[in-house]
């Protein structure tokens, strides 16, 4: 079992609707936990991060955090041809980050 | 500020050859990090530094060395290159001290290695 497991996508939503971008851990031991957008040939930029259970908002980005089920996700609510990327699931324990996969997710106007 | 700075942003090597990735940054950050990613795949942790002076192991350290003689410095070293590290990498940094310890990214070094 993968560490940090991302849905496999591609994801494909139309333009104005949500996109939802889900994410499972196995170390129970994880302290927090980060959401990174990346464009195709650059570095990862952090959208959001979050450590308690619940819902965390930042503008149109929604993130949530399950403990118990070790679930995190992402909401994207609007979405623009901007949003299309690759996003990265990130778990932390210590200083240490351990990344999923990746999801990609293609905005179509 | 800068931020995360990487050198090379390209590099081409040929197998057994060896170089020295560079990373600074200027946030004044505790943590460096050293990832590569693959085509298609998540982050892999190279090395990590919580200090200067002070180095570990993430999940892919065979083939290469780090060191951590200044805060704003953490070069990556890649001796005797092989095919296998072909690969994009990423040096990273962040605060301790921020309780979500967020990582801030550097643009990257894309290696080939023939």
């Known amino acids: 079992q993968k560490e940090v497991e991302q849905n496999s996508g591609p994801l494909s939503v139309p333009e104005g609707a949500i996109a939802s971008l889900n994410c499972t851990y196995s170390d129970r031991g994880s302290q927090s936990f980060f959401w990174y957008r990346q464009y195709s040939g650059k570095s990862p930029e952090l959208i959001m991060s979050?450590?308690?259970?619940g819902d965390k908002e930042d503008g149109r980005f929604t993130a949530q955090l399950n403990k118990a089920s070790q679930y995190v996700s992402l909401l994207i609510r609007d979405s623009q041809p901007s949003d299309s990327a690759t996003y990265l699931c990130a778990a932390r324990r210590g200083g240490k980050l351990t990344f999923g996969q990746g999801t990609i997710l293609t905005v179509h106007p | 500020n800068a931020g995360v700075t990487q050198t090379p942003k390209f590099r081409i090597l040929k197998i057994g050859q060896s170089m020295t990735l560079q990373c600074t940054q200027d946030?004044?950050?505790?943590?460096m990090y050293w990832y590569r990613q693959d085509p298609g795949m998540g982050l892999k942790l190279i090395y990590y530094?919580?200090?200067?002076?002070?180095?570990d192991k993430g999940e892919v350290p065979n083939g290469y060395n780090v060191s951590r003689s200044t805060t704003e410095d953490f070069p990556l070293r890649l001796e005797l290159a092989a095919p296998s590290q072909t690969s994009v990498y990423f040096c990273?940094?962040?605060?301790?001290?921020?309780?979500?310890?967020?990582?801030?990214f550097g643009p990257g070094t894309r290696l080939t290695v023939t």
């Open positions: 979050i450590y308690s259970n």
């Open positions: 990273a940094s962040s605060l301790r001290g921020d309780s979500s310890y967020e990582q801030y």
């Open positions: 946030m004044n950050h505790n943590y």
């Open positions: 530094s919580v200090g200067a002076g002070i180095t």
